[in-house]
Nanobody
Framework: VQLQASGGGLVQAGGSLRLSCAAS????????MGWFRQAPGKERDLVAA????????YYADSVKGRFTISRDNAKNTVDLQMNSLKPDDTAVYYC?????????????????WGKGTLVTVSS
């Protein structure tokens, strides 16, 4: 599967952005989809993930209540709606996909990656 993320940009604290990831291939619904982010000098962390049908989602504690992940299996897309953005949300955001969701792994089992999109939140 090939992934293409878009929607990053510069926003003021308290603002909103919506990231979108388009996936190629005909088996999109068989993949767990997720968004990771990597801030300068920090490790890449999982922000949110959504399982195959979209009925089960996972969020990092730092974004719960502010970010919402969704997917459209008919359009092969996964979105990340980011509200109440904070300067700490500044990072390169990556779309990822995998066959399963494995909490014991650093990549949570999401081993297909797209190029990142930069989100900058100014204070």
């Amino acid at each position: 599967v090939q992934l293409q993320a878009s929607g990053g940009g510069l926003v003021q604290a308290g603002g909103s952005l919506r990231l979108s990831c388009a996936a190629s291939g005909h088996t999109f619904s068989s993949y767990v989809m997720g968004w990771f982010r990597q801030a300068p000098g920090k490790e890449r962390d999982l922000v949110a993930a959504i399982l195959w049908s979209g009925g089960i989602t996972y969020y990092a504690d730092s974004v719960k209540g502010r970010f919402t992940i969704s997917r459209d299996n008919a359009k092969n897309t996964v979105d990340l709606q980011m509200n109440s953005l904070k300067p700490d949300d500044t990072a390169v955001y990556y779309c990822a996909a995998g066959g399963g969701f494995r909490r014991e792994r650093a990549d949570y089992g999401l081993n297909y990656w797209g190029k990142g999109t930069l989100v900058t939140v100014s204070s």
